[in-house]
């Protein structure tokens, strides 16, 4: 079974990039499935921001794609998020997941982490 | 994008009841729904996906139904545990978008 645990800067200043880190025990994330970043913000559901296959092809958000960069480093069995130009709007929960069933790039998501909150403040 | 709906937003009952939260997208979307259930400080955990198909391992207790617009999750024999937020996804369109939530009470 695998297991994922989100890590990075727990507050970032507006205007700079957020980077979280994923850390995947149980799979290697260079040879099997696919691996995402998904948010929450306060009172509201989780939104999807992006998804990255193992040969590193990812699809993005639309309303983020402008900003948000993922990559996967085999080496580290770790994948990355990286968003610019970030303000208060981006204070939310991260989690990061992986989709052992995708079809394209639609599916569930099968296991996720526990999260990292992140706040957006000066 | 698809918008997904919940209702109700909160709900109150007790061990031993039978409860169903409802799930509108905002048009037709093939079988394609999943159920999630989060906890506070925990990983969110997949319920179901495809509608009705339940993820291994998940009690019997929980089924899902659905088609169209609207899907239905049902909890029956509420046990203490089950004291969750609930949320719906939609993966049948690009980009993949989820309920604001059903937050679950034990009373």
């Known amino acids: 079974q695998v297991h994922l645990q989100e890590s990075g800067p727990g507050l970032v200043k507006p205007s700079e990039t957020l980077y979280l880190a994923c850390d995947v025990s149980?799979?290697?994330?260079?040879?099997?499935?696919?691996w995402a970043w998904l948010r929450q913000s306060p009172g509201k559901g989780p939104e999807w921001i992006a998804t990255?296959?193992?040969?590193?092809?990812?699809s993005y958000n639309p309303s983020l794609m402008t900003r948000v960069s993922i990559s996967v480093d085999s080496f580290n069995n770790q994948f990355h998020l990286w968003l610019s130009s970030v303000t208060a709007a981006d204070t939310a929960m991260y989690f990061c997941?992986?989709?052992?069933?995708?079809?394209?790039?639609?599916?569930?998501?099968?296991?996720w982490g526990q999260g990292a909150l992140v706040t957006v403040s000066s | 994008d698809i918008q997904m709906t919940q209702s109700p937003s909160t709900l109150s009952a007790s061990v031993g009841d039978r409860v169903t939260i409802t799930c509108r997208a905002s048009q037709s979307i093939a079988a394609r729904l999943a159920w999630y259930q989060v906890k506070a400080g925990k990983a969110p955990k997949l319920l179901m996906f495809q509608t009705s198909t339940l993820e291994s391992g998940v009690p019997s207790r929980f089924s899902g139904s659905g088609s169209g617009t609207e899907f239905i999750l049902t909890i029956t024999t509420l046990q203490p545990d089950d004291s969750a937020t609930y949320y719906c996804q939609q993966y049948d369109f690009f980009p993949t978008t989820f309920g604001q939530g059903t937050k679950l009470d034990i009373k």
């Open positions: 997941a992986t989709l052992l069933h995708a079809n394209g790039w639609l599916s569930y998501f099968d296991y």
């Open positions: 149980g799979y290697s994330v260079g040879h099997n499935y696919d």
């Open positions: 990255i296959q193992p040969d590193g092809t990812a």
